[in-house]
């Protein structure tokens, strides 16, 4: 039973390289004890170390007050650590290494931006107060909007496995696989399957996972997967070393099928998604599945990555004439978000669509982690007369974060901002829809580390039917959910309500 237990920790990469660093802080600490009696040099400089870094956070423009202030608190509150962790989990300087990753041209040929242009005249005839949204990622982000798209909204993870099988039992040429998470167990066989058979008849797999998200994936069973001629990469190796680039997750999860097809959304590769095993109650969850010309710009996206990490200099105009056209079903932008710049993309956009709503605003989100900015936006939204509800997790899979997520309620609410909790168990979707007119689906969470710190994706739908059908979703969820009042936060036991003011300080941290 040891022995087992011994091999699956070692068997995680993230247990081990959490397990160093934590060894290297305690013997930094241990260190800087021992000898600040006798070298109190030592103590003085850590400590000078920590005002820089607070001076280095108030120059930082356009950084949200709340991660400062979280920061601030620890690298004065916590004595000779505090600095030090700042440095290993605070910092957002990105490594050259990522800084360097580049997107392709996009307009890459003259009917392309013809068909741009034009879509983008459409739009700013029926839709004059959303053009700016649009112009907000081509600016950037650097994807543009497309109307020759087919969509279809994926209301839960059965939904998507069954789907996502189809069409890749039905793909021709290649296809390319970019996930946060990938579990071993039925979902992973399932589709490891088809890439094995596919691989094998002679289409080109390539398949990119994070690190951190996928630590089952070691040395051993990458090369054997690399056997069946399948191309994998790790984005951003754990490694037992002091570094922020460790801090820098690839949280996207894209499929591109032949160019053709194309998924976004928050359903990673693991059985919990499925709802074939258990972890918090029933898992929601929801993706996109998007057929057409948009599927262009998620093969830029995967492409713009694996061409990093493999040092291959595969052109995206070799994919040009993938592009298919179907049917509009309204306007669809994918975009991507990424800390190696100074913009924010998700939190901006997301922002954008509260403050410029009319009628409603309805958001799922499995953490609510947020800054002033945001906050105000929704309490003014719902202080308009605006109907704002936020559906949370009723069982969540981190406590803490859970915590901090619960310490926004009682602002939120009073302010008129009706709060639900999904009661079967933990929501994962990430979806807000505006007006019933226009939505954001995608990997961003309502938190700081999606915002400021995760490389993310997400589609910006215009009078899509899946933004229906998300309404619709959205609305079935509520029936499934508990409503918190005022009366459920004034029955709260004081010492609860004290812990979530105390946990709320290091929102920023999140």
């Known amino acids: 039973m040891i022995e087992t237990i011994y091999k699956k920790l070692l068997a995680h990469r993230r247990y081990v390289v959490t397990f160093l660093i934590l060894c290297q802080l305690g013997l930094i600490f241990y260190l800087t004890l ?6 109190r040099i030592i103590y003085f400089s850590i400590e000078a170390l920590g005002l820089i870094e607070v001076l280095y956070l108030s120059m930082q423009q356009g950084m949200n007050p709340r ?11 916590i004595p000779l650590i505090g600095p030090v962790l700042y440095l290993l989990l605070g910092n957002r300087k990105i490594p050259k290494e990522l800084r360097r990753i580049e997107p392709f041209t996009h307009f890459v040929t003259q009917n392309l931006q013809e068909d741009h242009d034009l879509v983008k005249s ?3 005839q029926k839709h004059p107060n959303l053009v700016k949204n649009v112009n907000y990622i081509e600016n950037i982000a ?21 789907h996502l099988m189809k069409d890749l039992r039905s793909a021709q040429k290649y296809i390319f696989l970019e996930y946060f998470i990938v579990k071993k167990g039925y979902f992973w066989d399932c589709v490891y399957e088809i890439l094995r058979e596919k691989a094998q008849a002679g289409l080109k797999i390539k398949v990119l996972l994070d690190d951190f998200g996928s630590p089952e994936f070691d040395h051993e069973y990458l090369n054997e997967i690399r056997s069946y001629g399948i191309e994998i990469e790790l984005f951003n190796p754990l490694t037992a070393r002091f570094t922020v680039l460790m801090n820098n ?23 919990e998604y499925i709802n074939r095993i258990e972890r918090f109650g029933h898992w929601k969850d929801v993706a996109v599945r998007i057929e057409g010309e948009a599927v262009f710009s998620l093969t830029e996206m995967f492409l713009q990555f694996f061409n990093y990490l493999t040092d291959q200099s595969e052109s995206i105009t ?3 004439n993938d592009i298919v056209y179907r049917t509009a079903d309204g306007y669809v932008q994918p975009f991507s978000d990424s800390p190696t710049d100074s913009y924010f993309v998700s939190e901006t956009l997301h922002i954008n669509l509260i403050t410029q709503a009319n009628k409603s605003i309805h958001i799922c989100t499995p ?4 800054g002033y900015e945001m906050l105000r936006a929704l309490r003014a939204a719902a202080q308009s007369g605006i109907d704002v509800r936020i559906i949370l997790p009723g069982i969540p899979d981190k406590k803490l974060v859970n915590m901090i997520t619960k310490s926004y309620y009682d602002k939120l609410i009073k302010a008129g901002v009706r709060v639900y909790e999904y009661t079967p168990g933990f929501i994962h979707s990430k979806s807000i829809v505006v007006d019933g007119n226009e939505a954001v689906i995608g990997t961003a969470n309502f938190d700081f580390r999606s915002y400021y710190l995760n490389f993310e994706c ?3 739908f215009i009078d899509s039917k899946t933004i229906k059908e998300c309404e619709l979703d959205f609305n079935e969820t509520l029936l499934m959910s508990d409503e918190i009042t005022t009366q459920n936060l004034n029955q709260l036991p004081f010492y609860q309500k004290i812990f979530r003011a105390f946990v709320s300080l290091f929102s920023g941290l999140m």
């Open 142 to 162: 650097q994807y543009p909007i497309y109307s020759s798209t087919k969509t279809k909204f994926m209301k839960s993870g059965e939904m998507k496995f069954q």
């Open 249 to 271: 997750r690839n949280h996207r999860k894209i499929v591109v099928i032949d160019g053709q097809i194309g998924y976004v959304g928050g359903i990673n590769i693991a059985d």
């Open 67 to 77: 991660f400062t202030f979280s920061w601030t608190l620890v690298i004065l509150g």
């Open 318 to 320: 070799d994919y040009v």
């Open 122 to 124: 459409e739009i700013k």
């Open 367 to 370: 953490y609510l982690v947020i």
């Open 34 to 39: 021992s000898f600040s009696g006798s070298f």
């Open 458 to 460: 997400g589609i910006y």
